[in-house]
């Protein structure tokens, strides 16, 4: 392939490195990081699977515009132009993340990210693919997937992390609350109102919890008194600032939300007061979030996770109702922490990072990148021929035999997986009391951008090396168990709940192998259903279908486990990887297909 004298010069090592790392970036932020980022930031998991799972739209319709970008002017154009957009709209980003309407705002400039993302995955994929000689594009081709993989390690691991330092280091420091259950202490707890409201405390501003330590006791309460005391406390903490307007609030009264007695007894309960000790000396919100560390898991939190104070309501606190199971019948405690970093800052400083970053592989590139003389837009007079060429490319695809099978498998060979890459980080960082693992944001980072990064590779690495041996048709049921079963994992954790950072660590690994090891033939397949005539452009409407088949699952996969629970979730989700299992069966696959063949991405 001829290239000019200037391009001759360049070397690949500055080039390909940079420019697919530059690639996996921002579809790691928006994909991935925006998942995390919105759970942190209070957002419900029907919110952030729903809203997240539509920016898949621009990888999904990237077929129908690819061909734009080899029209419009140069690919080396389209890949800069890209970079400073996404710089741009990661600058937007860190703006709107303190503002009252973040949410709706950011996601905003994540529809800008995905946009201008798939932009530059077919602008660099074209640059690759004339930039460099087919004999430079096979020696490079494992560089450019080992970059586009660090990339992911480095935002899912590396940026979660880095934003986990900063919520730890800054804020109000972390406070516990010991939670005793034993026998002689009092039988029945109800608000009291000399604490629902705090007095300013001498020395350092920090989170204020009355009492320093709990005690209920054993035993069990009537369904009267408890669903009565729980219906208090709940409109106490979503009516606060009113209730507590109250000229006199020893005389509050809550009979009108009594219960009716039903069912069996209940456990006894116990009641925390959680504020502040002091006004906050700026308008930031002070976010609190409140949940089970460690102990004895038969004692609950019942009541949110996640308070908020501000500036004139400090002084105001929420109440956190604590329960023990009624059949616990030995002494025992556990304890609840209450955490305060500053996420906003967190999230701002950490998109800041990046947004920087690009700024600098806009330059970089800018200088850098060569201009190979096969680097051109279309010729006008050329346009009638592209438009009928353009048609055919979809008509050929279309008409290939048995091509509603194909389709139908590229949509629900992930059915299952879909969903539960939305779910799995929330589930992660929840709270024990929803359902999830609690564990911070610097943990999550580690175990899914390293550890889980990591092994997901070597899986993936295995599956092509197995596939090249015996072939796709030999291994693909294998690989599709070994991407299926291990979601057994998630059912476990849900479970069991532990708190056991090293045995969540590696499990989430041997589920990431699987996956890795198991996604590999889904992309040999469909290599499979691109080969032929315009293989390029066949192969890029067979990824617009996999998008497609991670988006819409991914769409109700947050009311979906909202409503009936992460663990009942987990089991569905088994449940629905049987249906690519199914149509395994009916696929056709030539039995020599990956045999001795170099496998791209």
Request: hydrophobic letters at 45%.
């Amino acid at each position: 392939m001829s290239k000019s004298p200037e391009s001759k010069r360049r070397s690949p090592w500055l080039l390909i490195p940079t420019l697919y790392f530059a690639e996996g970036v921002p579809y790691t932020v928006v994909m991935l990081i925006a998942v995390v980022f919105y759970k942190r930031m209070g957002i419900s998991n029907t919110e952030i699977a729903l809203y997240t799972s539509w920016l898949y739209l621009p990888w999904v319709l990237k077929p129908f515009w690819s061909p734009l970008i080899d029209i419009v002017r140069t690919k080396r154009f389209w890949i800069v132009a890209m970079q400073l957009l996404i710089g741009a709209g990661l600058g937007g980003v860190v703006l709107t993340i303190p503002m009252p309407g973040f949410f709706q705002l950011t996601l905003g400039f994540f529809w800008l990210l995905a946009f201008s993302s798939a932009t530059h995955d077919i602008a660099a994929d074209g640059f690759y693919m004339i930039g460099l000689s087919q004999h430079d594009q096979a020696w490079w081709v494992g560089i450019r997937s080992t970059f586009y993989r660090l990339a992911i390690i480095a935002g899912q691991g590396g940026l979660i992390i880095f934003a986990g330092m900063i919520e730890s280091n800054t804020g109000l420091a972390d406070l516990d609350l010991t939670v005793i259950a034993g026998k002689d202490y009092q039988i029945e707890h109800q608000i009291d109102p000399s604490q629902l409201r705090f007095e300013s405390e001498a020395g350092e501003h920090q989170i204020s919890i009355h009492p320093n330590t709990l005690d209920i006791a054993l035993g069990s309460q009537s369904n009267l008194s408890y669903d009565s005391l729980l219906a208090m406390v709940n409109y106490w903490n979503m009516n606060r600032l009113t209730l507590s307007d109250s000229a006199d609030l020893r005389t509050l009264a809550f009979t009108d939300h009594e219960a009716p007695e039903n069912g069996k007894p209940v456990g006894n309960t116990g009641i925390a007061y959680i504020g502040l000790s002091s006004q906050p000396q700026t308008d930031e919100p002070v976010v609190v979030n409140f949940g089970h560390e460690s102990g004895d898991k038969s004692i609950r939190l019942l009541t949110d996770t996640r308070f908020v104070f501000h500036k004139d309501d400090w002084n105001i606190p929420f109440l956190a109702l604590i329960q023990l199971h009624p059949n616990l019948k030995t002494e025992t405690a556990a304890t609840f922490r209450s955490r305060s970093g500053n996420i906003t800052l967190a999230w701002s400083l950490s998109f800041l990072v990046i947004s920087g970053m690009f700024v600098f592989f806009f330059l970089f590139h800018y200088f850098v990148l060569p201009k190979p003389d096969s680097d051109k837009g279309m010729e006008l007079e050329n346009m009638t021929v592209f438009a009928k060429n353009y048609i055919q490319t979809f008509v050929s695809f279309f008409t290939k035999e048995k091509i509603g099978l194909a389709i139908t498998f590229i949509l629900l060979y992930r059915f299952g997986e879909a969903q539960l890459v939305k779910i799995a980080p929330l589930f992660m960082i929840d709270s024990i009391e929803a359902g999830g693992l609690a564990l911070t944001t610097q943990e999550y980072g580690f175990i899914y951008g390293t550890l889980g990064a990591v092994m997901l590779t070597l899986g993936g690495i295995l599956g092509g090396f197995v596939s090249a041996r015996q072939g796709l048709k030999f291994w693909i049921l294998w690989m599709a168990l070994a991407m299926k079963l291990p979601d057994v994992v998630y059912v476990y954790l849900s479970y069991v709940q532990p708190d056991n950072f090293y045995m969540i660590a590696t499990m989430v690994g041997i589920e990431q192998f699987g996956y890795g090891f198991g996604f590999t033939a889904y992309m040999l397949y469909m290599i499979t259903v691109a080969e032929g005539e315009h293989k390029t452009a066949h192969y890029a409407i067979c990824t617009g279908f996999m998008a497609l088949g991670m988006m819409i699952p991914g769409m109700f996969s947050g009311w979906l486990q909202e409503t009936i629970g992460y663990q009942s979730f987990f089991i569905w989700v088994l449940i629905a990887t049987i249906p690519g299992l199914v149509l395994l069966k009916f696929i056709p696959i030539d039995p020599k297909f990956g045999r001795k063949t170099s496998i791209s991405e």
